[in-house]
């Protein structure tokens, strides 16, 4: 893949994004996140989820809104529009 086809792409995922900042609210929403998702992990047998995987959950809180994902960390949950097996 050649490096136009790479901005090409980010300059795509870029129009259509809505960027979010962590402000309070999210960041006190990724921490109470973290912690459900780490005892998710734990429950489950999975990994621990990542910082990443708490914010992606605390946006979408705080957003109220859903989450299109195959990532086992979000199974069942709520928010999730499950696409995995």
């Known amino acids: 893949m050649g490096e136009s ?3 090409k792409r980010l300059t ?6 809505t960027i979010m900042p962590v402000d309070v609210n999210v960041a006190i929403e990724a921490a109470k996140s973290y912690e459900e998702l780490k005892q998710v992990a734990k429950r489950d047998g999975l990994r621990d989820p ?5 914010i992606v959950l605390a ?6 809104a859903n989450v299109l994902t195959g990532d086992e960390h979000f199974k069942n949950l709520p928010e999730t529009v499950w696409i995995g097996d």
């Open 5 to 7: 086809v790479i901005i």
């Open 12 to 17: 795509t995922i870029i129009e259509i994004s």
């Open 50 to 54: 990542s910082l990443f995987d708490a």
């Open 59 to 64: 946006v979408t809180r705080v957003l109220k």
